[in-house]
């Protein structure tokens, strides 16, 4: 079959949040852009579905009436507190931030991407999966699944964990200490759900990791269970055999009693952000999960896979600018995006592993929780 080929300056592949954003960031840009998505939206994500602090103050600065129309959407359910639950069921609340709430992605996402699409200098080719990428002097190629070529002068590789583009342009390999898997899904009839609130339940033996309950508009509750892989490996433990056993747990099972799932487990991988892997080079820089940028300690990549989409559409345009595509000038993304997250995720990969080894802390710091400034500080370090 004949290849057709197009021509861009810039090429974004994914459209989940990272390339959205991306998008977005290069919409007054005066550059042509391609983004390339391998689904056709709207489509399921496995995610907790918890819009994270940041991602409304972020879109506000590329796009401010985007941030408000995402506020106003009638499928997202506001969040007020946070609870903790220590494994002998000992609750701690705290007020939260006013602009976080949940969504489920595949609203969130076809919104973003939506959104995205009213630019005129982006042109969106949905069910496009980018199969290689080649980088010259000259530029980049990418070939997809449907025989087309793309050529630019730079590609963003917003392409979520398996990242193709990381794979092919990085030595980057997984790391079982550096990544986690999680499980989740819907259930409808789940008593006892605190309006607005977002639930971390620690249990005895699912360590390191904790099971979470959050409230979606449309009264479901997204419910899932999130590990270290190496922990899972080393104690040949599934991941889908501890969400069960954590459902069956004194504090929870009288919940569950009459609850329903709706669809089914689901499940993925987190490449976390406790290692620095190198997210650029000459001509392509990588956002998102891509970037390996989830928080190694509650496990959230939405807001970084908003900010390393921006940044990257920001530093593209700057790169234009002068005309330099090169390594060294990709270089300065990567301290951007080590100045905002590496030494805070290398302190929360840390605590992590302290807490996940010491469960009993939790407990302890609820028991103190009053008394002690520290055992405040451990658990307002475990929610921010
Ligand atoms: C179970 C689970 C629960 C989670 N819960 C939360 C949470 O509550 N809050 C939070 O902040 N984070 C959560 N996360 C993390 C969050 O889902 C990710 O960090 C986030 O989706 C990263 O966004 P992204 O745009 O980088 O990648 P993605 O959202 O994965 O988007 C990548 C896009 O690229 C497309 N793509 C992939 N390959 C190709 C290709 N070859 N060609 C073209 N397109 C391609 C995909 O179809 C997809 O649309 C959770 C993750 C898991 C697994």
């Known amino acids: ?21 991306c998008a977005m960031a290069l919409q007054a840009s005066g550059l042509r852009v391609a983004l390339l998505e391998k689904t056709r939206f709207p489509r399921n994500k496995v995610c907790g579905d918890a819009i994270p ?8 600065r590329v796009d401010p009436d985007c941030a408000k129309a995402l506020q106003n959407l009638d499928t997202i359910a506001p969040i007020r507190t946070i609870r903790l639950v220590s494994p002998k069921g000992k609750a701690y609340d705290r007020r939260w931030y006013p602009d976080s709430f949940t969504c489920k992605r595949a609203d969130f996402d076809a919104f973003l991407l939506n ?30 699944d449907n025989n087309q070529v793309f050529r630019a002068k730079i590609v963003i590789g917003c392409d979520g964990s398996n990242s193709v583009i990381r794979k092919q342009l990085t030595d980057t390999r997984i790391d ?65 055999d ?5 459902l069956e747990s004194p504090g929870l099972r009288h919940r569950f009693a009459n609850a329903e799932m709706v669809g089914k487990l689901e499940g993925h991988s987190l490449p976390l952000g406790s290692r620095t892997i190198p997210v650029s080079g000459n001509r392509f ?48 993304y990567d301290e951007v995006l080590a100045a905002k997250y590496r030494r805070n995720f290398a302190k929360r ?30 658990v307002k370090r475990l929610i921010d």
């Not at 602090?53 to 506000?60: A, D, M, T």
């Not at 559409?313 to 270089?331: K, L, P, T, V, Y």
């Open 1 to 21: 079959m004949t290849k057709t080929s197009k021509t861009y300056d810039v090429l974004i592949v994914g459209g989940g949040p990272a390339g959205s954003c």
């Open 53 to 60: 602090l940041g991602v409304v103050r972020w879109l506000s």
């Open 115 to 144: 959104w995205a699409a009213k630019a005129p200098n982006l042109d969106v080719f949905m069910e496009t999966a980018v199969n290689t990428v080649d980088v010259d002097a000259t530029g980049v190629a990418v070939e997809t």
């Open 176 to 240: 079982p200490a550096h990544y986690g898997v999680a499980v989740r899904a819907y259930y409808k009839h789940l008593s006892g759900l605190p309006p607005a609130t977002l639930e971390f339940h620690f249990i005895k033996g699912i360590v390191p990791g904790y099971l979470w309950i959050y409230p979606m508009h449309d009264n479901t509750a997204n419910v899932g269970l999130g590990m270290l892989s190496r922990a899972l490996i080393k104690n040949k433990s599934n991941i889908r």
């Open 242 to 246: 501890l969400f069960h056993m954590a």
């Open 285 to 332: 820089m990588l956002c998102g999960d891509a970037a390996s940028l989830v928080d190694p300690l509650a496990g959230d990549g939405i807001g970084q896979a908003v900010f390393s989409g921006i940044q990257a559409g920001w530093h593209a345009q700057h790169c234009a600018e002068q005309n330099d595509f090169s390594a060294a000038m990709m270089h300065a």
């Open 349 to 378: 990969y840390l605590l992590q592993r302290i807490v996940s080894a010491n469960l009993w802390l939790i407990g302890l710091s609820f028991t103190l929780f009053g008394f002690s400034a520290k055992s405040h500080l451990l």
